[in-house]
Each structure stands twice: as C-alpha cells, then as structure tokens.
C-alpha cells in the first residue's frame, strides 16, 4: 500500500521574502563600517529603543526583582534540568590519546571556544527557554566569555525574565539588541565584547539572515527555518491529546509545517475534526498562526504499518517527533532522522522547548537527516596533536614520503626525507613512489 494523504499542504516551508537577503546585508554593512554607534542608531530605527545598551548590575538587579518569585521557581528549576543534561553530554567527550604504534602517540582535546553569543527572541513574547537553552549550555562546555542579547521593548528594554534567566544561567554581558543588530554586535565585538566565536539560538528570518551570512567568519549552531513538528500514531492514541499537540507546535509561526502519520484512519478523521475547534479557542496571535499553518503546510498521512511511517518520518526529517504508539523501544532503535524524540503521550515537545532539560535548538526544514540540535559539543573544537620518538616515527615517514611522491607533492616528500636522512644516516631508503 502507497501513502494516503488525507490533507495535503498546500505550500512548503520556505523563505518566501525576497527583499529580507538585502535588507540584512544592507544593515550588517552599516553597523560593521560604523561600530557602536550604528548599532545604537538601528536600534532606535527598528526597536524605537534609545536607553542603555550594555545593562548594568543595577539594571540587571531590578530585572530580577519584577520577576514573581513563583516564576523563578520554574525557571530555577528548568535551569537546573538544562545544566544537568548539558554536564552529561559533556562527560561523553574528553581529552584521549593513542599509541598508535611503539613510540607514535597521537591525542584529543576537547577546547571550548573562546566567546559565545547568545540570542534570545523577545518582542511580543519573552522567549526566557531560549536564554536557558543557549546561555546555560555555554556556560557548562566552558566558553570564556558568554553575550546575550534580545529585543528590547520601546521605553522599556529587555523582557525583565529574558534578563534575569540570562544572569542566572551565567551571561557575562546583557544587551539590549534584537533583530540583525543584536547578532551584528556580537560577532563584530561591539560595546566591549569581545568577538564572538560561535552564534547560537532561534529569531526570525532577518536573524536567521544575519548568522546565514556572517557563518565563516564566525560559528553558528545552524541555518534555522521555520519550526515543524511530527506526531506518529497508532490506533493506541488519544485522538485529544494528538490534536492540542499539533495546535501546540502550529502556533509557532503562520509557516511552522505539522504532520501527522497514523495507520488508523478513524483517529486521522477525528484529530481533522478537532483541530480547527481547538485552533478557535486560542488567542488572537496564536490563533492567526495556527490557522495560517494548519490551512497552508499541515498534512495527514495515513500508512499501512508501523515500517511505513517509520519510512515516511525519516524522509520528513522533523525538528521535532512525538511517537504515541506501542511498543515505544521498537520507535526508539528504528527511527533515526529527527532533531528531538518524544517518546509516549507522558511527554511532548513542550516539554523539551521549556523546562525538561534536552535542548530546543535544533535542525529544521530537513536538516535532522544530516546534524542534531544545540549541545556543549557546538561549543567545543575538538582539536587533534601529536607527537613520536625517533623510532616511532621511522615507518610514518618512509610511508609519507612515497605516498606524497605518488601525489605529486614533492616538498611533503622530502619533510620526510630529511628527518630519515638526519636520525638514520648511512641508511638507504627506497622512497620513491614507483618501486
């Protein structure tokens, strides 16, 4: 049996605006030839915003006394779930070295990149999971210095959570900038920072933009599209619980694409039904995107067997993937392209993009098939040395300098001659590639 789509999508997630390639590279000039004070300039054009940008111990103090303590209970406590989780993943990675033959030892080291820079979304909402995500994961891969911007607010500045979550989860500078001039301040060393190695964390498409163009210059986590999620579901799910799920994720963006691939046609049926209700009951934001997204880039797959949906979910290559089906370890061992695995109906991508502990920073629009999300590695160069006896390195050179000659590069070739020549004098070596 083929596929069956029961709702197709009538578009695909892809950046459709053609102006927002120029538009960033006109602002990114701008601010690299006139440095702080462009930077102040275009906050002030896009961001109406003309207070501090760097903020100070006082600011940040009072940030976190406007903070209810009830919500610095969970964030305290997503903190805690993020740190820990990063701490594990980088105990899987570490410093090892090999003798490869008697006297030839060759190494690892895992090295944290100088600095980080770490963007926050703001705006309309305070996305505080995205400072947790970004900030606390630098901070455990041991990144020397850590910025973190995010939008400020006209008259206002940043969200006062967005601050004090960035504070909390080890930020040695706070600024107030959204948009391309956030990212530019960071990777130009703007305000006293230092130049920023790596940029990391979610924006719109003028941020996702911004770090597309300055990647080389500097490290990015990913090239970011709009968020998508997949639900795989057999006859053993709740046709409820699948729905809200879905409407969950479609409130991401007017183009966040959601599928769901299900074997049991009664259970597509019903989640069809409810979600334009459940779409209905959102507020006014939220439910202007999900509509855009349910009606434009959501589809409904209906397979024949587990294998097949299996097969379906790896080509799509979500970001995100709910399995709520039987048998949870068989889902576990065969799937293999996704960013973050929700494994049973006692989970969900909620949970992972706020307060879990597994990052949610990860690939979309495919890109599961070929890297996964945020972690401490993104922060960590994992650099190789070497060094050798005499002797050891006897066999190594013989090797290079024929293999070189076969290749044409002949002053390799003689990088090894030399040391053989000096430690092993009198000694006659065939090194010619041809004998």
């Not at 049926?269 to 459940?278: C, D, G, N, T, W």
């Not at 979309?364 to 972690?375: D, E, I």
């Amino acid at each position: 049996m083929t596929v069956e789509y029961l709702k197709k999508a009538a578009r695909r997630s892809t950046d459709d605006s053609g102006d927002v390639r120029e538009t960033v590279k006109a602002i990114l000039d701008e601010i690299e030839k006139g440095g702080d004070a462009a930077a102040r300039a275009v906050a002030a054009r896009f961001d109406k915003y003309e207070g501090d940008i760097v903020l100070t111990d006082d600011a940040i103090e009072a940030a976190a006394a406007a903070v209810p303590e009830r919500l610095k209970d969970d964030i305290r406590y997503a903190h805690d779930n993020v740190r820990r989780f990063a701490e594990a993943q980088k105990a899987t990675i570490g410093d090892t070295q090999l003798e490869i033959a008697p006297g030839l030892i060759a190494g690892q080291k895992a090295i944290p990149v100088s600095a980080a820079g770490c963007y926050a979304p703001g705006g309309r909402y305070a996305h505080v999971a995205s400072a947790l995500m970004t900030v606390t994961t630098a901070k455990v891969a041991g990144c020397g210095h850590i910025a973190a911007c995010s939008p400020p607010r006209p008259g206002q500045g940043v969200h006062p959570a967005i601050v004090y979550t960035a504070h909390l989860c080890g930020a040695d500078r706070i600024l107030a900038l959204g948009g391309v001039q956030g990212v530019a301040a960071m990777a130009f060393g703007l305000f006293g920072l230092p130049k920023a190695d790596i940029l990391v964390g979610p924006g719109n498409q003028f941020v996702a933009e911004a770090k597309r163009m300055l990647f080389g210059r500097v490290g990015i986590d990913m090239f970011a599209g709009p968020t998508d999620s997949l639900i795989i579901a057999d006859e053993t799910a709740d046709p409820e619980i699948a729905a809200v799920d879905l409407v969950g994720q479609a409130e991401h963006g007017y183009n966040s694409p959601v599928w769901l691939v299900t074997t049991y046609r009664g259970l597509a049926e019903k989640v069809m039904a409810r979600v334009p209700q459940l779409i209905a009951e959102l507020p006014e934001l939220n439910r202007r995107n999900a509509e855009a997204a349910w009606r434009d880039y959501a589809e409904v797959i209906l397979c024949s067997d587990r294998h097949e949906m299996a097969r379906v979910s790896d080509d799509v290559a979500p970001e995100h993937l709910t399995v709520q089906a039987a048998d949870l370890d068989w889902w576990l061992d065969r799937l293999s392209c996704y960013g973050s695995l929700f494994l049973g109906e006692e989970t969900t991508v909620a949970y992972g993009d706020k307060a879990s502990g597994t990052n949610h920073v990860l690939p979309t629009s495919g890109a599961a098939r070929y890297t996964g999300g945020l972690s401490v590695h993104k922060f960590m160069k994992l650099v190789t040395w070497q060094r050798s006896t005499r002797d050891g390195a006897r066999r190594v050179a013989e090797a290079t300098a024929r293999i070189s000659r076969l290749e044409g590069m002949e002053g390799h070739a003689r990088s090894a001659d030399v040391r053989l020549a000096k430690y092993y004098p009198g000694e006659n070596f065939n090194l010619s590639a041809h004998d």
